[in-house]
């Protein structure tokens, strides 16, 4: 489990990467937006790896976290986050759960300080970003600012949504360029 965690880690990061080089030789090469001429002949901006999901003339997007599933324990969202991404600067991550009652568990939202912290699912120095009660209506929403890696997870049972509840997932934005 800690080495499936690292590997995702390591394409996500990969990934990262990969975009911002693509997305230079993008400006430099053919900057007028046609997304269908590339820099070598090769590559289909609008379908090629990892560029599913990129619109290179496209603003900031609000994304809901987990898609249709919301936030909520047992999804994993570290594989939500690979199939979804890349993310990019000024994106707004929207993570929904319902208010906490009787039937329905608490959930929130915390930012972990680094790599190790996010593996070992250890909140002692985490940031709470969204209480409890914040995931409802339009749902709780966090506008991905820097370039940095973002560690998100749920902090509640002291660790126990993060590690055995898969809900956890990393992010680092690429720079949309134009
Ligand atoms: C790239 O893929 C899109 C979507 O499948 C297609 O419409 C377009 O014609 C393709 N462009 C090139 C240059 O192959
Ligand atoms: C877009 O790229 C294609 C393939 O290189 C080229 O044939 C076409 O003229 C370009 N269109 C524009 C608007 O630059
Ligand atoms: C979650 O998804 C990632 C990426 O697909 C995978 O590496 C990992 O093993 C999955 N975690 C669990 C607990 O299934
Ligand atoms: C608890 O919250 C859920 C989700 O908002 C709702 O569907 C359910 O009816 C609530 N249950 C009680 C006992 O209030
Ligand atoms: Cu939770």
């Not at 430099?28 to 090769?42: E, I, K, L, V």
């Not at 603003?59 to 976290?65: A, E, L």
């Not at 996010?118 to 929403?141: H, L, M, P, Y």
């Amino acid at each position: 489990m800690g080495l499936g965690n690292t590997g995702a880690i390591v394409i996500l990061v990969a990934i990262s990467m990969f975009g911002i080089g693509m997305a230079n030789k993008n400006f430099s090469a053919d900057w007028n937006g046609n997304t269908s001429a590339d820099w070598n002949g090769n590559t289909n901006y609008t379908t090629g790896w990892p560029y599913g999901h990129w619109n290179p003339t496209q603003t900031s997007k609000r994304i809901i976290v987990g898609g249709s599933e919301n936030w909520h324990f047992g999804f994993n969202y570290t594989d939500w986050a690979i199939r979804n991404g890349p993310f990019f600067l000024n994106d707004k991550l929207v993570f929904k759960f319902d208010p906490p009652n009787d039937t329905t568990h608490p959930h929130s939202v915390s930012l972990l300080p680094n790599f190790w912290s996010f593996q070992n699912c250890d909140f002692r120095r985490a940031k709470r970003i969204a209480q409890v009660t914040q995931g409802q209506g339009e749902g709780f929403e966090f506008v991905i600012k820097r370039w940095q890696p973002y560690y998100f997870a749920c902090g509640e049972r002291n660790g126990f949504h993060c590690n055995n509840g898969m809900m956890k997932f990393a992010v680092w934005p690429l720079i949309r360029w134009y």
